[in-house]
C-alpha cells in the first residue's frame, strides 16, 4: 500500500507546498489553518481541471445510458422469468451489444470518482501521518507550520472521534453536512434535471434512487473518521461537481429532459427580445376545381367522309 500511494503522496505535497508558498507570498499568514485550507482547494482545482476529459467522457456516457434505457428495458423483459443458461448468454449478448453500438458502459460514469479514490486516501495519509516528519517538499519545518495551524479553531488533521474539543467536532460536523449536502445535491442534479421521462422508470432508475440516498449516509458514517482536511477537499470537490455540472447540463442538456425545456424557453426569450421570431411559412393550399357529379357521355368519333 505504501508503494502503491506514495508517489501520489509526494505529488499532494508537492502541490501543497507550492500553493502555500504563492499564497505566503500575497501576503497570508504562512501558520495560519486558513492558508493551508486554502492551499487544499488549489488542490482541488489542479485535480479537478486533469480530470475535466473524464468529466466530459462521464457525461457522455451518462447521456448514453439515459438514451438506451428503454432498449435496455425492452431486453430485461424479453428475458424476465428465463433463468436457463441459453436466455441469460442471450441476454448478456444483446446488452453488451448495445453498450457497444451506443458507445458506453453503466461503469463509465463513475470513472472520475474511482480515479479520486486514490488522491482522496493519499491526501488522508499525508494529513494524518505525514505531517510530523515531512514528505517530499513538505519538509519537517512545513510540516510542523501545517500540524499546528487552525480552522476556526481546528487543526487540519484532527478526526471527530479522536478528540475530546467540542470545537472541533462541531466544525466537523459543520463539514459533515456540507459533505453530505453537496453530495446528495449533484446526484439529484443529475439524475432528475438531465434526465429525459422514459429513463425515470424501470431497473436503471431505481438504482439511481438507491443511490441518491445510500451514497449521502455512507459519507455520514464514514465522516467522523476523515480529518478536517480531508473534509475540506471533499466538499471543495463536491462544489466543483456541483458548478460543472449546472453548466453543462444549462448550456447542453439530455435531450427530451427538463432541463432541455428550460433551455429551449430561455433560447425562445431570448430570440424574442432580440426581435427574432421562430416562425413557420405556410404553404398555401392549392384549391381544387369542383367536381362534377354528372356522368360524362362518352363521345363517338367523327367519321371520315369519302
Given at each position: 500500500m505504501d508503494q502503491i500511494l506514495f508517489p501520489l503522496e509526494w505529488a499532494i505535497a508537492a502541490v501543497l507546498v507550492g500553493f502555500h508558498t504563492a499564497l505566503t507570498f500575497l501576503g497570508m499568514d504562512e501558520a495560519s489553518g486558513w492558508t493551508w485550507a486554502a492551499a487544499i482547494v488549489g488542490l482541488v482545482i489542479v485535480i479537478r481541471i486533469l480530470l475535466i476529459p473524464l468529466f466530459v467522457r462521464q457525461i457522455k456516457s451518462s447521456r448514453a445510458m439515459q438514451v438506451i434505457s428503454p432498449d435496455l428495458r425492452k431486453?430485461?423483459?424479453?428475458?424476465?422469468?428465463?433463468?436457463?443458461?441459453?436466455?441469460?448468454?442471450?441476454?448478456?449478448r444483446e446488452?453488451?451489444?448495445?453498450?457497444?453500438?451506443?458507445?458506453?458502459?453503466?461503469?463509465?460514469?463513475?470513472?472520475?470518482?474511482?480515479?479520486?479514490?486514490?488522491?482522496?486516501f493519499a491526501l488522508f495519509r499525508v494529513l494524518n501521518n505525514k505531517l510530523d516528519g515531512g514528505i517530499g517538499l513538505l519538509t519537517p519545518e512545513l510540516a510542523s507550520l501545517a500540524d499546528n495551524s487552525t480552522f476556526l479553531g481546528a487543526a487540519l488533521s484532527e478526526t471527530f472521534l479522536a478528540t475530546d474539543s467540542w470545537n472541533v467536532r462541531i466544525v466537523?460536523?459543520?463539514?459533515?453536512?456540507?459533505?453530505?449536502?453537496?453530495?446528495?445535491?449533484?446526484q439529484r442534479q443529475l439524475t432528475r434535471k438531465n434526465m429525459p421521462a422514459a429513463a425515470l422508470e424501470g431497473p436503471m432508475a431505481?438504482?439511481?434512487k438507491v443511490l441518491l440516498y445510500v451514497l449521502p449516509f455512507v459519507f455520514v458514517l464514514?465522516?467522523?473518521f476523515f480529518p478536517i482536511g480531508v473534509l475540506i477537499y471533499w466538499t471543495t470537490t463536491n462544489l466543483w461537481t456541483m458548478g460543472q455540472q449546472f453548466y453543462v447540463i444549462r448550456n447542453n442538456p439530455t435531450p427530451g429532459s427538463e432541463a432541455e425545456k428550460a433551455f429551449l424557453e430561455r433560447k425562445r426569450a431570448k430570440d424574442e427580445a432580440?426581435?427574432?421570431?421562430?416562425?413557420?411559412?405556410?404553404?398555401?393550399?392549392?384549391?381544387?376545381a369542383p367536381q362534377s357529379r354528372q356522368r360524362k357521355q362518352p363521345q363517338r368519333k367523327n367519321r371520315r367522309k369519302k
Open positions: 431486453i430485461q423483459d424479453k428475458y424476465k422469468g428465463k433463468k436457463d443458461a441459453a436466455s441469460r448468454e442471450a441476454m448478456g446488452t453488451m451489444e448495445l453498450y457497444s453500438k451506443h458507445g458506453t458502459s453503466p461503469f463509465a460514469s463513475c470513472l472520475p470518482l474511482l480515479i479520486q479514490m486514490p488522491i482522496f466537523t460536523i459543520v463539514l459533515i453536512i456540507a459533505m453530505v449536502s453537496t453530495t446528495f445535491l449533484t431505481q438504482q439511481q464514514s465522516g467522523p432580440k426581435g427574432i421570431v421562430d416562425t413557420v411559412e405556410e404553404v398555401p393550399a392549392i384549391e381544387e
